[in-house]
């Protein structure tokens, strides 16, 4: 099979930090195939090197994790693989190799990578450009295999030209050539805006590119416009039930109880409806999460008594928004097989998870502004599960996007509070 054409996230950088975090927090599966070759691993006389390494918890095999989580490769220090150490990267299973990128077929014959934010060095730019291991990304490709390539369903009546022109105009939102005065949490709301006014236009205008390219400008110019004067109002208390309720759907981490009866799994999935109602801590749903009540974050109280945060406070949300746009890794396989607006519409919609999570984060760090440590994990927390949930792929939670569409997401957005 020929090598499909590879396209690597341009502005993304990533080099391990050896913060073992996704050691730590990942369920890891590995195949038979790969539990058999490492189980022949010579380790010579290097001492406590675990002889049961996997189990298998239903289908599939997975690395052993100690008590506190990790894997049990992880060193003593629990920060590096004693694996990766002693026989490099090569030897270690798929799964370990692949972290953090996410590989997507996207058209036929072409293959997108982008780095995951939920990865602290990602996060923050740290290491070589995603570009600089085009080698070894192009290898992990040919491993996986690559898939068939958006379909016509998920297009939704879309050619080539109008999704690079859409996906390119909204970047260029993200990442104005100049200040156009916009805070982060009015450019969310203008992203949000164009890509409502892409999808009531349609496909067959869309497709029109001479036409497109004429109104693309003012397009642009008439949401950043709205968007900077909007005043909306607010949630009614309904809406902010289901918002708090999909904050903590993106918030659930059900690996941490892969290897946990069904008792433990139905509570969990109990506590879910307390969090319509601003009970319980995320972090009795997530270990990553902040241990603060929503009801103490107080999160549709606005930005009463709260300064603004800065622009640069919101870098790792961009870059979040402009490798999903560019991927375009927003619909299709890397969106739950849903197509091009729904996909798009979850995207821009992020944001408020995104603002209502870091909220959460600086209340509990006992701050009044938002900062970047608060936005790193936000963006981590939220982006773990965009297109990756075993919950948010039912269809109940596509309704709840749909809820927040206009005139509701901008209500959202006032309710939590404008950044
Ligand atoms: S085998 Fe190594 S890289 Fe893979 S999860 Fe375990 S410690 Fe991490």
């Excluded at 990790?70 to 692949?98: E, I, Q, S």
Aim: aromatic share 10%; charged share 25%; hydrophobic share 40%.
């Amino acid at each position: 099979m020929a090598m499909p054409k590879v396209h690597i996230a341009r502005h993304q950088r990533y080099s391990c930090i050896l913060c073992g975090r996704c050691c730590r927090r990942f369920q890891v599966r590995l195949t038979p195939a790969e539990a058999e070759r490492l189980q022949r691993l010579d380790w010579g006389d290097e001492a406590d090197v675990p002889a049961e390494f996997h189990h298998r918890i239903g289908e599939h095999l997975y690395f052993r994790r100690r008590e506190d989580g990790g894997c049990v490769f992880l060193d003593a220090g629990g920060r590096a693989c004693r694996m990766h150490a002693r026989f490099g990267l090569g030897v270690k299973a798929l799964t370990c190799r692949g972290y953090p990128h996410n590989i997507a077929t996207t058209w036929p014959g072409e293959v997108s990578v982008v780095a995951r934010l939920d990865c602290p060095a990602v996060q923050r730019g740290q290491g070589e450009p995603l570009t600089a291991n085009r080698r070894q990304i192009e290898a992990l490709v040919a491993e996986l295999g690559t898939g068939e390539g958006f379909t016509s369903r998920q297009l939704q009546g879309l050619n080539r030209p109008a999704v690079t022109a859409m996906t390119a105009a909204l970047v260029s939102l993200v990442e104005p050539a100049q200040d156009d005065g916009l805070s982060p949490g009015r450019r969310a709301y203008a992203l949000f805006l164009a890509g409502e006014r892409f999808r009531a236009l349609g496909a067959s205008f869309l497709n029109d590119r001479d036409t497109l390219a004429e109104v693309m400008p003012s397009l642009l110019r008439s949401v950043c416009d709205e968007a900077r004067d909007a005043t909306p109002g607010y949630l009614g208390p309904f809406a902010r039930l289901l918002f708090r309720e999909w904050l903590a759907a993106y918030c659930r981490r059900d690996e941490e109880l892969v290897a946990s009866g069904v008792g433990v799994r139905l509570r969990r999935t109990a506590a879910l409806a307390g969090y319509a109602f601003g009970l319980g801590t995320l972090h009795s749903i997530g270990a990553e999460h902040p241990a603060v009540s929503l009801r103490r974050v107080g999160l549709f109280a606005g930005r009463r008594g709260r300064e603004a945060s800065s622009h640069e406070a919101w870098a790792a949300y961009r870059q979040l928004i402009v490798a999903r746009l560019e991927g375009p890794q927003f619909f299709g396989v890397t969106y739950y097989d849903q197509p091009f607006f729904v996909g798009l519409r979850a995207l821009l919609q992020s944001y408020a998870l995104v603002l209502a999570a870091a909220r959460c984060h600086a209340v509990w760090r006992g701050a009044a502004v938002i900062v970047a440590d608060d936005v790193h994990y936000a963006v981590g927390a939220i982006d773990h599960c965009l297109g990756r949930s075993p919950l948010l792929q039912w269809p109940s939670w596509r309704r709840l996007e749909e809820h927040f569409a206009l005139p509701r997401y901008g209500r959202l957005l006032q309710s939590l509070g404008w950044e």
